[in-house]
């Protein structure tokens, strides 16, 4: 399957401060990159869809001044997580897919590991 | 979008076929039924997907009723690396295509 890769695998940062995560698809072109964030024992859960050149879409309760999505090419989107708190400490997870409706499958990201002290 | 059920847990013999069921009863005509599976610590990992019909990859085959309300994810010959969170996905029928994740069965496979 399609490679996506993300960037770092793991960070730590005080609280207060910023960190970007980089998600670029290697192999493909992704006209639509969802970023997931992941609690422990839990399911992923949906942040935000982003498409190429556009805002993103965020899901409900999801802060789009805290959580900054850019998706400035079709090979890479970026997710920064603002001011950030102990409780942003969490999984972060992108994934691509190429565009257009239909079938294609979406392809994931090794994940974030944001730890917030 | 439509939602799945699953069983929260599992256990299979190494060696022995792994049925992984799924319910969705409120999907619609368009929508995909999609198999995915985490390891621990990892993303999510694409497995195989389908509309109507059967399929089969080299990882595994996906069985779906007739009349398309449930479905059956079949590991041919479990491996201890197939140990995981298996997630059945009703696709977004929008144009883009988002996957909801629910709780995903945990998958045990045991020497």
């Known amino acids: 399957g399609a490679v996506v890769s993300q960037h770092p695998s793991w960070v730590i940062c005080k609280s207060g401060t910023s960190v970007k995560i980089e998600c670029r698809s290697l192999?493909?072109?992704?006209?639509?990159m969802f970023w997931y964030r992941q609690f422990p024992k839990q399911s992923l859960m949906l942040m935000a869809t982003?498409?190429?050149?556009?805002?993103?879409?965020?899901e409900q309760g999801v802060e789009k001044d805290k959580f900054l999505i850019n998706h400035a090419s079709l090979t890479l989107s970026t997710l920064t997580v603002t001011s950030a708190h102990p409780e942003d400490s969490s999984f972060y997870i992108c994934?691509?897919?190429?565009?257009?409706?239909?079938?294609?499958?979406?392809?994931f990201g090794q994940g974030t590991r944001l730890t917030v002290v | 979008d439509a939602k799945t059920t699953q069983p929260p847990s599992m256990d299979c013999a190494e060696g022995r076929a792994a049925n992984l069921p799924c319910n969705h009863s409120?999907?619609?005509?368009?929508?995909?039924v999609y198999w995915y599976r985490q390891i621990h610590s990892q993303g999510p990992q694409y497995i195989i997907h389908?509309?109507?019909n059967n399929e089969t990859n080299e990882m595994a085959s996906l069985i779906i009723t007739e009349d398309r309300k449930s479905s059956t994810l079949i590991l041919p010959h479990a491996t201890l690396r197939d140990t995981a969170v298996y997630y059945c996905?009703?696709?977004?029928?929008?144009?883009?295509?988002?996957?909801?994740f629910g709780q995903g069965t945990t998958l045990q496979v045991k020497p």
């Open positions: 994934s691509a897919r190429t565009g257009g409706k239909g079938n294609t499958e979406a392809f």
């Open positions: 192999d493909f072109q992704a006209t639509t």
């Open positions: 982003s498409n190429e050149g556009s805002k993103a879409t965020y």
């Open positions: 409120t999907i619609s005509g368009n929508e995909y």
């Open positions: 389908g509309l109507k």
């Open positions: 996905i009703v696709r977004d029928s929008s144009n883009t295509g988002k996957l909801i």
